[in-house]
C-alpha cells in the first residue's frame, strides 16, 4: 500500500532554516509528481511548490518568494523540502502529496489539491521567538 510520511517539522525562530522530509513506501517517487502544501489554522490549503517526474522541472507559487526548494533524493525515495529565511506567517502544517492515478500520462507537476490523490498525514511547522 503506497503510504508518504512527513518528518522534520519543529519549532524555529524568525529568519531560521528548516527542512521537511516526505519519505515513500509502497510506490517510487522517481515516477511520480510531487508537491508541497501548507494549512495554517482557519485557512485553506494552500500549494507551495511541486516537483514533476522525468526531470520536467518544478514550479513554486508566488507567496514563498523564493525561499523554498524541493530536491528529491532517489536512493532514498523521499522528497525534501527546504525553507530559509522562515516568517511567522509560515506556521502551518506542512503536507506532502502526489499522484497515484494516472501517474504514467500526468508527469508535469500542478500547484492545486485536486491534482493530488495521495497525502501525507502532516508535519507542525511553528516560526516563533
Not at 53 to 64: F, H, M, P, Q, Y
Request: with cysteine; charged share 20%; glycine share 10%.
Amino acid at each position: 500500500q503506497a503510504r508518504l510520511v512527513e518528518s522534520g517539522g519543529g519549532l524555529v525562530q524568525p529568519g531560521g532554516s528548516l527542512r521537511l522530509s516526505c519519505a515513500a513506501s509502497g510506490l517510487n517517487l522517481e515516477n511520480h509528481y510531487i508537491g508541497w502544501f501548507r494549512q495554517a489554522p482557519g485557512k485553506e490549503r494552500e500549494a507551495l511548490i511541486c516537483l514533476s517526474a522525468s526531470r520536467i522541472g518544478a514550479k513554486t507559487a508566488d507567496s514563498v518568494d523564493g525561499r523554498f526548494t524541493i530536491l528529491r533524493d532517489i536512493a532514498e525515495n523521499t522528497v525534501l523540502l527546504q525553507m530559509r529565511t522562515l516568517k511567522p506567517e509560515d506556521t502551518a502544517v506542512y503536507y506532502c502529496a502526489t499522484r497515484l492515478m494516472g501517474y504514467r500520462e500526468y508527469r508535469e507537476c500542478v500547484l492545486r489539491s485536486n491534482g493530488y490523490d495521495l497525502w501525507g498525514q502532516g508535519t507542525q511547522v511553528t516560526v516563533s521567538s
